[in-house]
Antibody
């Protein structure tokens, strides 16, 4: 059973960089065919896909966030990470890491709330 | 990006009712659509993939249909645990995009 777990600061100051890590257990991040993704949900709102990384390191970012997003992978630790720069209050959200296969998002982390506030 | 429009945005129904939620894509997406259920404070859960394929472990009262631009999720007989918010997601191309959600409430 694959499990994903987000970790990182729950409070970030405006203009700083939000950093989160997702640890994958029960499966190898180096297994092909999976796109390791970040998704966020603003409080009381819908879902927004942020971007993905493949185990090889190739990435794709949502154009709406592309200028501020970096996703990286550490296959030795079975982890992937999100950095979102120059954050504002509009980046306050629950951030999920997830595994995307062709056709679906089949595994999700439990989510972590990140609040942007001074 | 492909826009996904769900309707209705909210719905009141009773246990035992048959319920249908629709999702429309701004362009054709073949059958590259999934349906997800989210309960408060929890991550979404995959119900249906490829428009009509039931995810393992999901009760058979859930079904999906459609292709191209118009899709439906049907719950044949609502159970108490089905009251939640439902989202469609297109995976035809990136960026992946979700519908705005349908909140299913108890009447």
């Amino acid at each position: 059973q694959v499990q994903l777990q987000e970790s990182g600061p729950g409070l970030v100051k405006p203009s700083q960089t939000l950093s989160l890590t997702c640890t994958v257990s029960g499966g190898s991040i180096s297994s092909g065919g999976y796109y390791w993704s970040w998704i966020r949900q603003h409080p009381g709102k819908g879902l927004e896909w942020i971007g993905y990384i493949y185990y090889s390191g190739s990435t794709y970012y949502n154009p709406s966030l592309k200028s501020r997003v970096t996703i990286s992978v550490d296959t030795s630790k079975n982890q992937f990470s999100l950095k979102l720069s120059s954050v504002t209050a509009a980046d306050t959200a629950v951030y999920y890491c997830a595994r995307v296969v062709v056709g679906a998002i089949d595994y999700w982390g439990q989510g972590t709330l990140v609040t942007v506030s001074s | 990006a492909i826009q996904m429009t769900q309707s209705p945005s909210s719905l009141s129904a009773s246990v035992g009712d048959r319920v249908t939620i629709t999702c429309r894509a701004s362009q054709g997406i073949r059958n590259d659509l999934g349906w997800y259920q989210q309960k408060p404070g929890k991550a979404p859960k995959l119900l249906i993939y490829a428009a009509s394929s039931l995810q393992s472990g999901v009760p058979s009262r859930f079904s999906g249909s459609g292709s191209g631009t118009d899709f439906t999720l049907t719950i044949s007989s609502l159970q108490p645990e089905d009251f939640a918010t439902y989202y469609c997601l297109q995976d035809y191309n990136y960026p992946l995009t979700f519908g705005q959600g349908t909140k299913l409430e108890i009447k």
